[in-house]
């Protein structure tokens, strides 16, 4: 996909379409702080993702609202596992049912636990690529500081 050209990079190459380019807005950069409304858990996350990201630029105090709520949900599905462990239940559960023939027969089905650790995991990585936390988006976006260079091999 190529790259999506600034308005001025625009007004170089010229306007084929001649249609109005939309406008760009320039705002200042201010680092975003921890909630206070956040849960014990969800702070855990902030203090841990939130560093690297404002290194990299990739939050804004903009994006604080979005990205509290990204912390809540990878709390939630900490939350959800502990529960899980706790309770001594697995993914799936038994259900007896009757058939037409007034046989009980056994059918397993999904938990709670587990519909709702699935529906959590697909919003958090929906989110995940909101913020270029998945591998695939943080692609040439960062180098470690402390890989050795080839010449030093």
């Known amino acids: 996909m ?3 050209l600034t ?5 170089l190459t010229g306007n084929r379409g001649k249609r109005k380019y939309s406008q760009e807005f320039e705002l200042e950069y201010h680092e975003p702080r921890c909630p206070k409304i956040l849960s014990k858990g969800a702070k855990k996350y902030w203090k841990k993702l939130a560093p690297a990201l404002i290194t990299m630029r990739r939050l804004a105090d903009i994006h604080s609202p979005g990205f509290a709520h990204y ?4 709390s939630k599905i900490d939350d959800i596992i502990v529960g899980l462990n706790n309770a001594n239940q697995s993914l799936l559960q038994e259900d007896i049912m009757l ?3 007034q046989q009980e027969r056994y059918q397993l089905m999904e938990s709670s636990y587990s519909k709702m650790f ?3 995991s ?3 990585l929906k989110m ?3 913020y270029n936390l998945t591998p695939a988006e943080m692609k040439g976006v ?10 030093d091999l």
Do not use: G, M
């Not at 960062?142 to 010449?151: G, I, L, N, R, V």
């Open 142 to 151: 960062y180098k470690f500081a402390d890989e050795p260079d080839e010449d």
């Open 2 to 4: 190529p790259k999506k």
């Open 7 to 11: 308005a001025s990079e625009k007004n």
């Open 71 to 74: 912390c809540e949900v990878l």
């Open 99 to 101: 058939d037409k023939h």
């Open 122 to 124: 697909v919003i958090a």
């Open 128 to 130: 995940s690529k909101e």
């Open 118 to 120: 699935r529906l959590y």
